[in-house]
């Protein structure tokens, strides 16, 4: 290995089998894919492997027929030199709404004996109360917490109304009070410019002791940029994938940085050789999830993002939703009227589920008239059932919404989740009659349906439709001499 002699190594974490394919390849990525090259990327010396959370566990139970919490145990006998890691969206866990506190906490006690070492917490809104009961149980189970800021702008670059650079330092020295292990600046939607992170990076060094690391996606193509200024400021941490599964709305490959760092004082030790080798083996596995790989477009960043900073998933849904309704020419209304909602409604960084929510609301907006139309998604983030944004919510439109809310006109300033009852022992009752077992509980108590659904297929009760079946490569290459024959004009036999 190179640079074992240096001073302050920039330290890895590998996204590869986490967020790598959950962002190319739909999250599609199946355990038995992950097994054969484990070791492999135990050997490499990364800081740590996030493997698990984000939609893992929710498309493990809809579409593959896994049990989520089997990939976790079976890594981590395999990778047992590497600390594994997992994302988990606070007190909304795995899931799309907060659940109640013992929900959460027989969660994060079950992930840490299956395996996970550290655990990346975030909140959608930076609302640092939905991540206390997490954090707190991550601790007293004497795992590593690192907690999030979800990076957000309003300008083309840091500064602005709200997301300043005293924003993220006061963010920051909260999250150290709460006990944080070490902070990660979350960029989500690759928006972070190569200066902006030098200047965040070296601002936080100077004002938190706990470790720094940097996620950012290459979605807007300035990821390897910024990664390389971000070590230049003395970030401790940075995220990146194996090529294959990098690039596009994922993250910067490692292999460059690799060799753009080598001889530096950053230089990060790792064997570009060994990077290589876990390279070839996934591609040799890639054709089984090709059709989930985005080919409608030539470019593999979207610099869409460098002009309005929607995520490209956002767009997706907009144009999805007045295509519905045969209004797709006044998408660029909807465009002037999404930064519009996001100032009234207080800012909130545009990540799952509060992006889904302007979103929505923008395009009835323009459809239907300002707030004539309000889903209850809208009114329950007014009633703040969803936590605190980074601004106060405009006072006129949070009366014009829970005008007729049945909760009530008088927004919530407690933490959302003490509005919740305890949900365990429903779970409980649910699956009651095929099992017990803690990790099956806590699975329905998060997908009362899906959850379920697989729980019936897991212990035989129903049997799972033909699309979760596993596509092997020898159903790829069997498809691949169909489309040859095709193409050859030969007679083309049924599959």
């Known amino acids: 290995m190179t640079g074992t002699s240096n001073k302050n190594p920039l330290k890895i974490t590998d996204l590869t089998l986490r967020d790598g394919h959950q962002s190319n390849l739909a999250t599609r990525m199946r355990t038995e894919d992950m097994l054969p090259i484990a070791g492999e990327m135990n050997k490499a010396g990364f800081y740590s492997m996030e493997v698990w959370g984000g939609a893992t566990f929710d498309v493990a139970c809809r579409f593959l027929n896994e049990d989520p919490w089997d990939r976790p145990r079976a890594l981590k006998k395999l990778m047992p030199d590497t600390p594994l890691q997992m994302l988990l969206r606070g007190q909304n866990l795995v899931g799309y709404r907060n659940y109640a506190d013992d929900v959460v906490e027989a969660f994060v006690r079950h992930a840490a004996e299956c395996g996970i070492d550290i655990f990346r917490i975030f909140d959608a809104l930076n609302d640092e109360r939905n ?8 601790k007293s189970c004497g795992k590593h917490a690192q907690l999030s800021i979800c990076y957000s702008l309003t300008e083309p670059k840091m500064g602005g109304p709200v997301f300043t650079l005293d924003y993220y330092l006061d963010k920051a020295r909260t999250l150290e009070a709460m006990g944080a292990d070490s902070i990660c600046i979350k960029d989500m939607a690759g928006l972070i410019a190569p200066d902006d992170a030098y200047t965040l990076v070296s601002a936080l060094k100077k004002t938190v002791k706990v470790p720094i690391l940097l996620h950012t996606h290459y979605t807007s193509g300035m990821g390897s940029m910024s990664l390389l200024k971000a070590a230049e400021a003395g970030v401790d941490m940075i995220d990146t994938c194996v090529a294959p599964f990098a690039l596009r709305t994922s993250h910067p490959a490692i292999e460059p940085i690799i060799v753009a760092l080598q001889g530096t004082p950053r230089d990060t030790g790792l064997d570009l050789a060994q990077m290589l080798k876990i390279g070839e083996y996934l591609e040799s596995i890639a054709p089984k999830y090709r059709d989930f790989l985005n080919t409608t477009r030539m470019s593999i960043i979207d610099t869409n993002v460098l002009v309005h900073q929607t995520p490209g998933g956002m767009i997706s849904n907009l144009v999805a939703q007045l295509r519905q309704s045969n209004a797709l020419h006044r998408i660029d209304e909807v465009y002037e009227e999404v930064p519009k909602v996001r100032k009234e409604l207080g800012y909130p960084p545009l990540v799952t589920p509060t992006s889904q929510i302007v979103g929505v609301q923008a395009v009835q907006n323009v459809l239907a008239g300002r707030y004539k139309l309000v889903s209850t998604q809208v009114m329950d983030y007014c009633y ?5 944004p980074p601004a106060p919510i405009d006072p006129e439109v949070q009366k014009m919404v829970l005008k007729h809310y049945k909760r009530g006109q008088e927004p919530i300033t407690s933490r959302p989740a003490d509005m919740l009852e305890p949900e365990l022992d429903k779970a409980r009752e649910l699956v009651k009659d095929f099992t017990s077992d803690i990790g099956d509980i ?29 596509k092997t490569l020898e159903d790829v290459q069997r498809e691949d001499e169909l489309i040859a024959k095709a193409k050859a004009g030969q007679l083309v036999e049924k599959a």
């Open 384 to 388: 703040g059932l969803y936590g605190r």
């Open 131 to 138: 991540l206390e009961t997490s954090c707190k149980t991550v």
């Open 442 to 470: 806590i699975t329905a108590a998060i997908y009362p349906i899906t959850g379920l659904r697989f729980l019936k297929w897991k212990y035989g009760l129903e049997e799972p439709p033909p699309e979760v079946k596993a």
